[in-house]
């Protein structure tokens, strides 16, 4: 068995209203790359969001009370703050430099994914800012039939974004939106080497693969924000990463 991993090249800077679709399509065609069905795109959440309109000044932004509140004990600019707040139900930790919020998605991320880093930065009056897609597994199921309607090809996507995690330094990749594969796999029930019936194990598999695909997405100035992953076995089933998020009740660390 093997995994391959390969970046596409010739993928512009990303602007609110392109056609993520057409764009990854024409780079495909530039670079002579084809996909095959049982590939898996991994796309930085970074171009989602600019495709998506997802950028917003902090000049346009007013912060509440809460915001100021949580300015003075995150030393945060209020009104980063008050983005974060937008984006979020629930503010679970805040401290001086952090905070860690469960977002309107679901997920329990630091500063509900609102982030400047590779974020052209074109307003003279202040910081530019960027929002996670409002809607990730939404965006990935449109890349995919945008991809399908040009390409012929039904292949999985995934969009990765970077989360840190708990009791563990660094970040990594994990997918925050899928379609066109299960983002999370049952093996309960399953045999292991010896017989044995596995009781408890589900694998994170689009959380596998976002993860392995970050090695090329990167962090800073590599500017390659989409990845074909190939040679990855999965069972034939759609899914979302909503699958990923554990519910609030399961929780144990409350």
Partial sequence: MSITLTTIPHIPM?????DLARIIADALATCRLALAPSDILV???????KSEGQAIKLSEVTPSPR???LAKITQ??????EI????????????PGVIIVRDRRGWVCANAGVDRSNVYQ????????????????????????????????DMGVIVADSHGR?????????????????????????????????????????????????????????GTPVVIVRGVPHTQ?????QELVRPIEMDLFP
């Fill in 43 to 49: 796309v930085a959440q970074k171009i989602v969001s």
């Fill in 14 to 18: 990303i602007t609110s209203g392109d």
């Fill in 237 to 241: 089933r759609d899914g979302s990463a």
């Fill in 84 to 95: 974060i707040l937008s984006e979020s139900v629930e503010v679970v930790r805040a401290r």
């Fill in 166 to 222: 708990p009791h563990r330094n660094g970040t990594i990749g994990v997918a925050i939106g899928a379609a066109g594969l299960p983002a999370l796999e049952d093996l309960r029930g399953c045999p292991d080497l010896f017989g044995y019936t596995l009781q408890h194990t589900q694998v994170a598999l689009a959380d596998l693969i976002a993860s392995a695909a970050t090695l090329l997405l990167g962090q800073a100035s590599e």
């Fill in 76 to 81: 945060k600019d209020p009104r980063l703050v």
């Fill in 67 to 69: 915001a100021l509140e």
């Fill in 122 to 153: 074109d307003d003279p009056s202040g910081e530019t800012v960027l929002r996670l897609p409002v809607d990730p597994d939404a965006s990935a199921a449109r890349l995919r039939e945008g991809l399908r309607e040009r390409l012929g090809i």
